[in-house]
């Protein structure tokens, strides 16, 4: 069936530090994935997302990268710092269907 | 704008009682998902709607949950009769087509007894 794996589902980065999460999916036809930021006990929030047509995208200190022939993208954030620290979740639209991933904790250690 | 509006934001019932969950979408947005967050299974889509008309109900886990939507401005969630293993938060979320950014309403916090 339709699903994302994302990996690591733990990370411990020391402030400064980069970090990069990853995710695969598993329908060749999907064409968005958006990522997603979920601190404590609040809600989701989109921090950047990529469309089939881009390989790459930008937006400071964010960036996503998409590689359609691996079905994969990654999630990279540079110069950490301890506000990065919350969940982050990967998600794709396949078909019909929106599929998150299941979850990266982040922890920025200062 | 105030954003996506859930009501209530928590809820506390006894296995067997029937459990509304109610969305105010951003005005304008024609998009409205609903989703479920537990530990165990992580956060599942539901069902959403485009236009006010359902797509996709794939992800609605029994007959026991319904989801409706009679206008552009309003949406329910419906559990009967519930679960203890309901209990979870529940989002609703709305974007303006089905490709763009969706933004989360607070959630409903569903405890069932």
């Known amino acids: 069936g339709e699903n994302v794996e994302q990996h690591p589902s733990t990370l411990s980065v020391q402030e400064g530090d980069s970090a990069v999460i990853k995710c695969t999916y598993s329908?060749?036809?999907?064409?968005?994935f958006p990522w997603y930021k979920q601190e404590l006990g609040k809600r989701p929030q989109l921090i950047i997302d990529?469309?089939?047509?881009?390989g790459e995208k930008k937006d400071q200190r964010i960036a996503v990268t998409l590689n359609k022939t691996a079905k994969h993208f990654s999630l990279h954030i540079t110069e950490t710092q301890p506000e990065d620290s919350a969940v982050y979740f990967c998600?794709?639209?396949?078909?019909?269907?929106?599929?998150f991933g299941p979850g990266t904790r982040l922890s920025v250690l200062p | 704008d105030a954003g996506v509006i859930q009501s209530p934001r928590h809820e506390v019932t006894e296995m067997g009682q029937e459990v509304t969950l109610r969305c105010k979408p951003i005005s304008g947005h024609n998009s409205l998902f609903w989703y479920r967050q537990t530990m165990m299974r992580g956060l599942e889509l539901l069902i959403y709607f485009n236009n006010n008309v359902p797509i996709d109900d794939s992800g609605m886990p029994e007959d026991r949950f319904s989801a409706k939507m009679p206008n552009a401005s309003f949406s329910t969630l419906k559990i009967q009769p519930s679960e203890p293993r309901d209990s979870a938060v529940y989002f609703c979320?709305?974007?303006?087509?089905?490709?763009?950014?969706?933004?989360f309403g607070p959630g409903t916090r569903l405890t069932v007894l």
């Open positions: 998600a794709a639209r396949m078909g019909q269907n929106f599929v």
């Open positions: 990529i469309r089939s047509n881009v």
């Open positions: 329908d060749s036809a999907s064409n968005y």
């Open positions: 979320a709305s974007s303006l087509g089905l490709y763009n950014e969706q933004f």
